[in-house]
């Protein structure tokens, strides 16, 4: 998701993301992935471990699974739409 949404930034504003989207800022949104995905993480852990079976099932249904591809397939059609403009 996050390459998605970089693509997207750079392909739809490109006169921004030449001032935005610097080495510095890469490095500072690396870390924050990392401390996305470990939030997610340890929130399916405590799910799966602490509340009922059928409850996470639709947990994981929806956030771990639907949501992702629903936002890359989003954002990869306005790329597609950006490109051919």
């Known amino acids: 998701m996050a ?3 970089e ?3 750079v392909i739809n504003f490109p006169l921004a993301a030449k001032r935005v ?3 510095k800022r890469s490095k500072l ?3 924050g992935v990392l401390i996305f995905v470990i939030f997610i993480t340890s929130v399916s852990y405590i799910y799966q471990h602490y509340i009922d079976r059928n409850s ?3 947990y994981a249904a929806v956030v771990l699974h639907f949501a992702p591809f629903v936002i890359v397939l989003v954002l990869n059609v306005f790329i597609l739409i950006g ?3």
């Open 3 to 5: 390459i998605a949404l």
């Open 83 to 85: 490109v051919s403009k």
């Open 21 to 23: 989207v610097s080495e």
């Open 7 to 9: 693509r997207f930034f």
């Open 29 to 31: 949104f690396a870390p």
């Open 56 to 58: 996470f099932d639709v």
